[in-house]
């Protein structure tokens, strides 16, 4: 069996994982992704 790295549950802006921080599920380019409450509001601002 073969691990499906995709399916990691991990922030997409910090890679925090869901037992450092709550992660929210949310949709990127078409994929299915996450991101934490912490990079959340990054996200909205659009701080990029
Ligand atoms: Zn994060």
Known sequence: M???SSQEQ???ECGAASDQKVLLSC???GEDTW????????????AH
């Open 27 to 29: 949709v990127k380019d």
């Open 10 to 12: 991990k922030c997409i």
């Open 2 to 4: 073969t691990e499906q």
């Open 35 to 46: 991101v934490c409450v912490h990079c959340l509001p990054i996200l909205i601002h659009g």
